[in-house]
């Protein structure tokens, strides 16, 4: 890093500025960097909603990403990575890997209307199920591929996952680098407490039952068959026999196996490149996400507030779906002081009305004692 030149440390310092990475010197820096449609949403918002004054969390999956949504260009993600521990910063990069059907069923269903169909999402809804079977099946082979773990991080991994914490922590040139599973999700709050010392309890966030084709999401899943020949490719996939265990692998077969069909042939490399090319011609809906979070991390005093009741709730057990979004917590709060405003007026108005109705009896009963005197 001392070796890079002035115009790259430009870079680096706007890249800073533009992930509002300097606003929080004093904090861990946390970088979610991971594939997509993995379930990396909940652990940003939970890091978020129970480490809001401990750290800085930044979610991000390519750099694709960093060009669309931060403008930012000519560096990679592990520049920015090592750029910030150069500068000192404690820093974590979590990673999680996802079963390989279930990912790729959501991340065909991330861009359905707008990539994969070229129409809105809602309008969806109403389409044959069949087809939609066939489009997916045609391309399963292409799409939601790799591990950021194995592929991205640049880092000597483990041999073997660990199986027993069910979680791998790997310490390279003062990063710290980090590796869940999805299938341990409900383990995740014991684990990520245990690595950053505080107490988090893991959210659900994001999930493809709540959006506009939820209907056609939940027909897919009732219907869907996998072709035999799929299921078998899946099975030797080097990230899932990384990650899952002798044991797990065979479970996760024989439970595909009850909803299996005959072999189906995919489009090969060559097809589904062409796929592509005529899918983004094509394509003129824009499948940016957005109210991505359940909590999008800010700190305002409605935000704050709204953070500390949310948080209360699930400490005690309670399930909550609601949103931290700025704009909604500050009308929020504002709403609550009007009503905490009206509620003391109409107190002190009813106060003052009682006060003079208790003058008037009093005035009453002297006047009434007076004549008769």
């Known amino acids: ?42 652990v940003v918002s939970s890091l978020r ?26 560096i990679t993600i592990n520049e920015i990575i090592e750029y910030n521990r150069f500068l000192g910063k404690d820093i974590y990069v979590i990673n999680i890997y996802r079963s390989p059907i279930e990912r790729k069923i959501s991340a065909f269903f991330e861009k359905i209307g707008a990539y994969h169909f070229n129409n809105e999402d809602s309008k969806l809804n109403s389409y044959n199920i069949l ?37 791998l922590l ?3 040139n003062g990063i710290t680098y980090i590796s869940l599973r999805l299938k341990d999700s409900e ?10 010392g505080f107490k988090i309890c893991v959210v659900r966030d994001y999930q493809s039952t709540n959006k506009p084709i939820k209907e056609l ?26 990650y899952y ?7 996760y077969y024989n439970e595909w ?31 940016i996400q957005l109210d991505h979070y359940m909590d999008e991390g800010c700190v305002c005093k409605a935000c704050s507030m709204k953070r500390s009741d949310i948080v209360s709730k699930l400490l005690r057990g309670l399930q909550c779906n609601e949103r931290i979004v700025h704009v909604e917590a500050k009308t929020e709060l504002i709403n609550n002081r009007v009503k905490q405003v009206n509620k003391v007026i109409t107190n002190l108005s009813n106060n003052v009305t009682k006060t003079f109705k208790r003058k008037d009896f009093k005035n009453g009963m002297s006047n009434l004692l007076h004549n008769k005197k």
């Open 1 to 42: 890093m001392n070796c890079i030149s002035e115009e790259k440390q430009e870079l680096f310092k706007r890249a800073n500025e533009l992930l509002h990475i300097d606003k929080f010197n004093n904090l861990k820096l946390v970088f979610v960097y991971s594939c997509p449609k993995v379930g990396s949403t909940s």
């Open 170 to 172: 790997v310490r390279n």
């Open 217 to 242: 999401y939940n027909t897919f899943k009732r219907s869907y068959r996998i072709p035999i020949n799929l299921l078998n490719d899946i099975m030797n996939c080097k990230y899932f026999n990384y």
């Open 245 to 251: 265990s002798l044991e797990e692998k065979n479970k």
């Open 131 to 167: 087809k939609i079977i066939n489009r997916f099946n045609n391309i399963f082979p292409h799409i939601a591929l790799g591990d950021h773990f194995i592929d991205k991080y640049c880092i000597k991994y483990p041999e073997n996952f660990d199986h027993v914490n069910k979680y």
């Open 49 to 74: 909603l129970f480490g809001i004054d401990k750290v800085s969390v930044i979610h991000i999956h390519d750099e694709e990403m960093l060009k669309v949504l931060a403008h930012i260009e000519n």
């Open 257 to 287: 196996l009850l909803n299996i069909t005959t072999s189906k042939e995919s489009y090969n490399l060559e097809q589904y490149k062409l796929y592509e090319e005529i899918t983004i011609e094509n394509c003129h809906y824009d499948y």
């Open 187 to 196: 383990l995740w709050g014991t684990i990520l407490s245990k690595i950053f």
